[in-house]
């Protein structure tokens, strides 16, 4: 069962944290969206595009130097500070007048958020051990993103009938209260000692790189950003100005997005068990490509009244492709790397996919901004494309999790040599992960 992992009263809280200051999180883009479009009307999603991509460069510059140099720092206390700076933060968003000051608020927000992500992510397989209780935790934590795209914007639809988008920030306040709360209520495991793990800004990098499935999953991370990022975007410009709708359109049609990607998440656990990781983030990616095809090649050629139809189809198209993308990439970072360097390989990939972000969100604005949402559509679907096979091609089919390999440089009587499952000479077979012992990624047989 895919809640029976919620029984553990530590993870239980840490999901309910991670889902409440998502949603206050899905509410207060939803709500940027709108503060955009009314500080700067048909060019909101060059606003948007460029807000997120601040945010994106803060994550990417910010969340390995926080992993490395707040290792020492007890876990609970830094995540609860975190929660509630960042509720200070939204405070001042209500009272936003001009553009800069988006800018300026979401960049100090979101450094906040750069800290906290990791170290939150790398604290959940340290709670939960075993690799099936693990990957349930990983559906239910893509669970609580889709609830951040479907259940937020629908809030948000439901508010706007009763207050200004300025007042949907208050949600944004008490989501980030509540998850301080929660973490605050339970134990966390310790930090491992700094003789352990190193304060090493590209340690992670390089054995995140040094990967092959990873270096997969990163080209996917591409195809993800690509798409997602058309829809976040540039939701509020083609509901607004190509539909010709209003607020609560903008809401309910983002929703359709996150709900799709929900009933992907729920399905993934049972398709994980039948097919491996690579072949499910694959065929996602080629889905929620799909999806931008299929608004590319109608988005000219359709009715106005069936252009509402038409972005709903392309949207859960993309919803469904971009959970499939995402869900399993705990499993590998797992997979990927030894407890001790596991918090490294987190914040890499952390970075490394907001990377891709950071590239697609102003391009998913400026494309915004062109005659027909077809072109930016089509734009995108030939990112995703390249993104597919680049993955196709570097990650391999066959990635076991033993790997036979040599260690010429000791000898013969160390233990590590002695300690695989296969030993014979300076051959032997272990999990196979990049570390001190192994610093490059064996070659095939």
Request: net charge positive; glycine share 6%; hydrophobic share 55%.
């Amino acid at each position: 069962m895919l809640f029976e992992v919620l029984t553990d009263r530590v993870y239980r809280h840490l999901f309910a944290a991670q889902a409440t200051s998502l949603i206050g999180t899905g509410v207060m883009t939803v709500a940027l969206g709108l503060l955009a479009y009314d500080l700067a009307g048909d060019r909101a999603s060059v606003v948007l595009g460029t807000a997120l991509g601040i945010k994106m460069a803060v994550y990417v510059l910010v969340a390995p130097l926080a992993t490395a140099y707040t290792a020492r720092w007890p876990r609970k206390p830094f995540l609860v500070s975190m929660d509630l700076i960042r509720a200070v933060l939204v405070l001042c968003l209500p009272w936003v007048s001009a553009v800069w000051q988006i800018y300026v608020l979401v960049a100090v927000l979101q450094t906040c958020s750069a800290a906290f992500t990791p170290t939150f992510q790398a604290t959940i397989p340290e709670v939960l051990t075993d690799e099936a209780q693990y990957t349930r935790a990983l559906s239910l934590s893509r669970l609580a993103y889709d609830l951040e795209n479907l259940l937020s914007p629908l809030l948000a639809a439901l508010l706007l009938g009763v207050i200004s988008f300025r007042g949907l920030f208050g949600f944004t306040l008490l989501g980030f209260v509540s998850s301080a709360a929660l973490v605050a209520t339970i134990p966390l495991p310790h930090r491992l000692a700094l003789a352990t793990v190193r304060p090493k800004v590209l340690a992670g990098m390089r054995r995140y790189l040094a990967t092959p499935r990873l270096r997969g999953m990163l080209c996917l991370s591409f195809a993800e950003a690509a798409a997602g990022s058309l829809v976040i975007v540039n939701t509020v410009i083609y509901v607004r100005d190509w539909l010709g709708g209003n607020n609560r359109d903008v809401a309910l049609t983002t929703a359709v997005f996150g709900g799709f990607s929900m009933v992907a998440a729920l399905s993934l656990p049972r398709l994980l068990k039948r097919w491996p990781d690579r072949s499910v983030m694959l065929s996602g990616a080629v889905l929620a490509g799909l999806g931008l095809v299929f608004f590319a090649a109608l988005a000219s050629l359709v009715s106005v009244a069936e252009r509402r139809w038409l972005i709903v189809a392309a949207w859960a198209l993309i919803g469904a492709g971009y959970a499939a993308i995402l869900t399993p990439g705990g499993r590998l970072l797992k997979r990927s790397g030894n407890a001790e360097d596991r918090p490294a390989l987190f914040a890499a990939q952390f970075s490394l996919s907001h990377a891709c972000w950071l590239l697609m969100y102003p391009l998913a604005g400026w494309l915004g901004t062109l005659s027909s949402p077809a072109w930016g559509a089509a734009s995108m679907a030939v990112i995703v494309a390249m993104a597919v096979v680049a993955g196709f091609l570097l990650w391999p089919s066959r990635d076991p999790e033993v790997l036979t390999h040599r260690h010429d440089d000791l000898p013969l009587d160390h233990s590590h040599l002695t300690s695989g499952d296969v030993a014979s000479g300076h051959v032997h077979a272990h999990p196979y992960v990049i570390d001190d012992m192994h610093p490059h990624w064996p070659s095939p047989k």
